[in-house]
């Protein structure tokens, strides 16, 4: 069956960048290049993941294709959560709950899918107005959330609760809006496609918001503290999404999209063997991650020809 490669170059480039992000490449070496990049391109990474499945998801119109999803994402969240579980599983019976129902790290990004989409699914016939609407209040409440921890002006209790990630990046205030993007994206591809042209420089004009925004974190908000919802974000990753999709690269093979689900869903391993290893190091400990995940995705999508709940 036909596929836009384009998409999947995008999310092999994605899926390194989440790699990246989580090493916190080139804070050894300039913390500022560093924070632009962690802080910055790479948390776009996320949003345009979310937009692609959201786009997908459009054709998820009766309650049997809802089901065949559901469990789909259902049996690769429990799959991998079980594998990770060694990790994971501690003397602390709240992380244990926690790590379960929220997510063991990237596995937050499934159950965020999972609720965010079936959220998306119950809502799916409602006008795209208040759907855009909805996403955009929700968006900007999970951004609010994160300033006002980041900044700790509240009460030592919130401001407890609001640098706690699971309160910001959910799937109510993260997965939702940006799944509902891209599902519109593809409702009113058409009229969209027709009536605009995403043309590159509006792509890198984008980018450099994304930039700016994040340089003005550094210095305002926090030199060391994560920020991983920026108001750009919201414009800057569906016209990342549109650009890419536009440049019809046409082909037949899903292992270039099966390798960067692979690699999205293994780096944390690597992470959790390695980093005793190279501390301080975080540019040398990104690049040997981003290596090991590489090989090991690839025996994963070997594997996943005979076992297909692998990815």
């Known amino acids: 069956m036909p596929r836009n490669l384009a998409l999947d170059y995008l999310k092999m480039g994605l899926a390194i960048s989440i790699v990246f992000l989580h090493t916190l490449i080139f804070y050894d070496l300039a913390p500022l290049l560093g924070h632009s990049l962690v802080q910055g391109l790479f948390r776009l990474a996320v949003p345009v993941f979310l937009i692609i499945s959201g786009y997908y998801f459009f054709s998820v119109q009766d309650i049997q294709k809802y089901r065949n999803w559901l469990f789909r994402?259902?049996?690769l969240y429990l799959l991998w959560t079980l594998l990770y579980a060694p990790i994971w599983w501690s003397g602390y019976a709240f992380y244990n709950w926690l790590s379960l129902f929220y997510g063991y790290f990237v596995l937050w990004y499934l159950?965020?899918?999972?609720?965010?989409?079936?959220?998306?699914y119950m809502l799916r016939k409602c006008p795209s107005t208040v759907l855009l609407s909805?996403?955009?209040?929700?968006?900007?409440?999970?951004?609010?959330?994160?300033?006002?921890?980041n900044l700790h002006v509240l009460s030592p209790?919130?401001?407890?609760?609001f640098n706690f990630a699971p309160w910001h990046r959910n799937f109510l205030l993260v997965s939702f809006p940006f799944l509902t993007l891209g599902f519109l994206?593809?409702?009113?591809r058409?009229?969209?496609?027709?009536?605009?042209?995403?043309?590159?420089?509006?792509?890198?004009?984008?980018?450099?918001?994304?930039?700016?925004?994040s340089v003005l974190n550094y210095f305002w908000i926090s030199k060391t503290e994560a920020v991983e919802q920026m108001l750009s974000l919201f414009v800057a990753a569906p016209l990342l999404f549109v650009y890419v999709l536009n440049q019809k690269i046409m082909g037949s093979s899903k292992e270039l999209a099966n390798l960067s689900t692979a690699i999205f869903l293994i780096h944390p391993l690597w992470i959790h063997l390695l980093k005793s290893h190279?501390?301080?190091?975080?540019?040398?400990?990104?690049?040997?991650?981003?290596?090991?995940?590489?090989?090991?995705?690839?025996?994963?999508?070997a594997l996943n020809k005979k076992f297909k709940y692998l990815l």
Do not use: N
């Open 73 to 75: 994402i259902l049996g």
């Open 111 to 120: 159950v965020g899918v999972l609720l965010g989409g079936s959220l998306l």
């Open 134 to 149: 909805c996403a955009l209040l929700l968006f900007l409440t999970g951004w609010a959330i994160q300033e006002l921890g």
């Open 157 to 161: 209790v919130l401001d407890q609760r």
């Open 185 to 188: 994206l593809r409702k009113h």
């Open 190 to 213: 058409e009229y969209i496609f027709a009536c605009f042209t995403v043309k590159l420089q509006y792509v890198l004009w984008a980018l450099a918001a994304v930039l700016a925004e």
């Open 278 to 301: 190279f501390i301080e190091q975080q540019t040398l400990l990104s690049f040997v991650v981003l290596l090991c995940s590489v090989l090991a995705g690839l025996v994963l999508v």
